[in-house]
């Protein structure tokens, strides 16, 4: 018994379990007033556990006991919080007004002190980011020299095939950078002996990637080749749909013209490419449109390149079947001087086309067939069908 009473005597134990006799209800109960000095001669409470204390003494004894009580008590205050805590807190106990001043007093210091540790510490963080920014921008110039250096033998080189690749390589690398300030030194602008850029050519080639890159870092998107194609009648030209449609989403015009009022989808129809022609339809590009100088159709270069598939799409969405250029050739007149014997069959027996139409020159598809006669079966077959459909 004996030792159980010295262990609940002994100070550091007593301290160091003060919450626990708080929220029991025992503090005030098991010691008395004489025991302060002793437990807390070298010990002290905390401000939260000096706080939460005194809050259990004030429900215990009477004022003039609990003053008692905690004369002899003392807290570890480590900061201004700590001693505006414990001062609320004895001026709710003491009722005290003097307090109200002093605490105020003690508030204003330190939020002004806080005001002046904020600004310090954002003038400290502002010199710290302008160190870094000049850092940074040491390292930008050493790089934009560096860069300037290695573009040099680029924008001098005389060879395309290997500027081309130094582009392909920059776009599968996404490097952005080098990119934006090759096309700002004009190196994108170089030309291959066919008076194509890079971007031109990267059309061709179908390398939508490049395409892309170049036209986000600047190169020059509105450039022509020497018949006065752009980007978009190049791309429809070469049959390259995924590279037509993100021209389309970037502002291109769907009716642009080149020298000779070739527009996308005339060059499209030309060149047997039924997928972009499908294209351009569908967002309304004008397929009875004539070129400037012989005033062919869309359908008619169809059929004069042979594409029969093309000049049915273009047909079952009306185009004018019976058009004729500028010197009066229909599209069987085409189709026979080409000797496309598919095409013609077509127009004569299913598409019911005039066959005996002249053009200004006054002659008909049958004149023609005769003309460029040979001895293989197809010439001789269009003969026989053209011939055939003067008695029907």
């Known amino acids: 018994?004996?030792?159980?009473?010295?262990?609940?005597?002994?100070?550091?134990?007593?301290?160091?379990?003060?919450?626990?006799?708080?929220?029991?209800?025992?503090?005030?109960?098991?010691?008395?007033?004489?025991?302060?000095?002793d437990i807390f001669k070298s010990n002290k409470l905390s401000a939260e556990n000096f706080v939460a204390l005194l809050k259990d003494g004030m429900k215990r004894v009477s004022t003039s006991k609990l003053y008692r009580y905690f004369r002899n008590i003392t807290s570890s205050i480590t900061n201004i919080q700590d001693a505006i805590i414990i001062l609320k807190a004895m001026k709710k106990c003491l009722k005290l007004k003097v307090l109200n001043d002093i605490i105020k007093l003690i508030e204003q210091n330190y939020n002004t002190n806080n005001d002046f540790e904020k600004r310090i510490n954002n003038l400290?963080?502002?010199?710290?980011?302008?160190?870094?920014?000049?850092?940074?921008?040491?390292?930008?110039?050493?790089?934009?020299?560096?860069?300037?250096?290695?573009?040099?033998?680029?924008?001098?080189?005389?060879?395309?095939?290997?500027?081309?690749?130094?582009?392909?390589?920059?776009?599968?690398?996404?490097?952005?950078?080098?990119?934006?300030?090759s096309c700002k030194e004009k190196i994108s602008e170089k030309k291959n002996n066919n008076g194509d850029t890079v971007v031109r050519v990267a059309i061709e080639k179908g390398n939508l990637n490049l395409v892309k890159s170049l036209i986000e870092c600047g190169c020059n998107k509105s450039s022509k080749n020497k018949y006065g194609?752009?980007?978009l009648i190049i791309a429809s030209y070469n049959g390259k749909l995924d590279i037509v449609k993100y021209?389309?989403?970037?502002?291109?015009?769907?009716?642009?013209?080149?020298?000779?009022?070739?527009?996308?989808?005339?060059?499209?129809?030309?060149?047997?490419?039924?997928?972009?022609?499908?294209?351009?339809?569908s967002i309304g590009a004008d397929y009875n449109v004539k070129d400037h100088k012989d005033k062919l159709t869309p359908l008619m270069w169809a059929a004069f390149s042979g594409h029969l598939e093309i000049v049915k799409y273009l047909a079952s969405l009306g185009a004018d079947i019976e058009a004729k250029d500028s010197k009066g050739n229909s599209p069987l007149t085409w189709a026979t001087i080409r000797r496309h014997f598919e095409l013609v069959k077509y127009l004569v027996l299913e598409a019911h086309v005039e066959t005996n139409q002249p053009n200004l020159r006054g002659k008909t598809p049958l004149d023609y067939a005769l003309k460029y006669e040979t001895n293989d079966d197809c010439s001789k077959e269009i003969v026989r069908i053209l011939v055939e459909s003067r008695f029907k």
């Open 1 to 37: 018994m004996e030792k159980e009473i010295e262990l609940i005597r002994n100070s550091e134990f007593i301290v160091s379990s003060i919450r626990e006799y708080i929220n029991n209800g025992m503090f005030f109960d098991i010691f008395e007033i004489a025991d302060m000095k």
């Open 124 to 181: 400290e963080e502002s010199v710290q980011k302008l160190r870094e920014e000049n850092e940074d921008l040491k390292r930008i110039s050493h790089s934009n020299d560096f860069l300037k250096s290695y573009l040099s033998q680029y924008k001098k080189s005389k060879d395309f095939d290997l500027i081309y690749k130094f582009f392909e390589n920059l776009s599968e690398k996404g490097n952005q950078i080098v990119m934006k300030k």
């Open 229 to 231: 194609s752009d980007l």
């Open 247 to 281: 021209l389309i989403s970037i502002g291109f015009d769907k009716e642009t013209k080149n020298k000779l009022g070739y527009t996308p989808l005339t060059c499209a129809a030309n060149h047997g490419h039924l997928d972009v022609i499908k294209y351009l339809v």
